[in-house]
């Protein structure tokens, strides 16, 4: 039996909705050729024999960078009587025209793969762990939740599969990382606990939280074991720690992140210095892969340094032609010495520079 057809995918989730189901998955070549976009052909050949299967035995994958949608002619030749639940793996880089080769693709399947990643706000931080994890699992597939679609463009041309908070996924996922920032949450707990939802209990699910919680200041010295904030003293580190503690009931771990460098340092880059940002990536994904339940970690690079003194280690660095003359002033209590030696040796982490000051001098 030789079945042709015409597939022109307009996007990852409109794949995924129809191939949920056997009564979907049949029309949905049907339906996707009447799409109104503009589109490449490629022609792909497939001879094989199908058994029936269910679609969660017979992993189904399509994937396409988003920047252009992709009409893909599918010859398959299938046993009589046999329903075809597997589709070939399309890479349509090779063929789509104008898109550029160093695009990731945005893939999505109507089955769950056992290192699928959800990640709840995939801004900088969220953005580097999805390179960082497709890299560690070149077939796994990456989704990102936001609140608007202002960015989805950018998201599906990495290779993040898109979608709007309050959409229904079609499955929960084995992980899931929350690096949704605070602001602009009113229920930020309870934003949390919606993300919990989409976990499945295999895999982890990780709360990227801050270093806030600890109740130290005045450049004194903290650690995992440092007593956090009590509640009620601030609305700031209520809002974390119960946060936290709804990731944490739901068998989550949490990975509270010092400051980043990027705010002092833009100015003088004149570009997003991302440094901080990489190891934060690093110890997450790290955490992720462990699979541990309830526990809390810190990220820090163990070189506590105040923002006075690390200018002063841009200036000298001679790596820059701005100088850095003073500060405006700033309300601001002083910080904290941060230790995360215990979160080193539980899970075998180094960031990628011991230092800041290594850090410029490897520029």
Request: positive net charge.
């Amino acid at each position: 039996m030789s079945v042709t057809t015409n597939l022109c995918i307009s996007s990852c989730v409109e794949f995924v909705g129809r191939s949920q189901s056997p009564r979907k998955r049949n029309s949905a070549s049907s339906s996707f050729s009447n799409s109104p976009y503009p589109s490449s052909t490629a022609t792909i050949s497939i001879s094989r024999s199908f058994k029936f299967t269910s679609a969660a035995q017979n992993r189904s994958l399509v994937s396409f960078p988003m920047t252009t949608p992709v009409a893909v002619k599918v010859n398959a030749s299938a046993t009589v009587g046999v329903q075809l639940v597997s589709f070939a793996r399309i890479n349509a880089n090779a063929f789509a025209e104008g898109v550029p080769d160093n695009k990731l693709e945005a893939s999505s399947t109507g089955t769950v793969g056992a290192t699928d990643l959800l990640i709840v706000g995939p801004g900088v931080l969220g953005r580097i762990v999805a390179e960082k994890w497709r890299e560690e699992y070149p077939g796994s597939q990456i989704h990102g939740q936001t609140l608007t679609s202002d960015h989805h463009d950018e998201l599906t041309k990495m290779g993040i599969c898109p979608s709007l908070k309050g959409t229904q996924l079609t499955h929960k996922f084995p992980y899931v990382i929350f690096c949704a920032p605070p602001y602009g949450n009113p229920d930020y707990p309870g934003e949390v606990r919606e993300a919990t939802l989409n976990w499945n209990g295999e895999g982890s699910f990780l709360f990227t939280s801050s270093s806030a919680p600890y109740d130290c200041s005045d450049n004194g010295s903290c650690d995992e074991d440092t007593p956090v904030v009590p509640i009620g003293r601030s609305p700031r580190t209520d809002n974390l720690l119960k946060a936290e503690k709804v990731a944490l009931e739901a068998g989550g771990c949490v990975v509270r992140l010092a400051g980043l460098y990027i705010s002092f340092l833009v100015w003088v880059l004149n570009r997003i210095v991302t440094i901080k940002f990489l190891d934060a990536a690093s110890l997450s994904i790290t955490i992720l892969k462990k699979k541990l339940r309830g526990r809390i970690f810190l990220g820090c690079d163990n070189h506590p340094l105040s923002r006075q003194e690390l200018m002063e280690l841009v200036n000298k660095s001679g790596k820059f032609s701005k100088k850095f003359e003073a500060f405006t002033g700033t309300t601001d209590p002083l910080g904290k010495k941060l230790n995360n030696s215990k979160t080193r040796a539980e899970l075998g982490w180094e960031p990628k520079y011991p230092s800041f000051a290594q850090f410029l001098e490897s520029l």
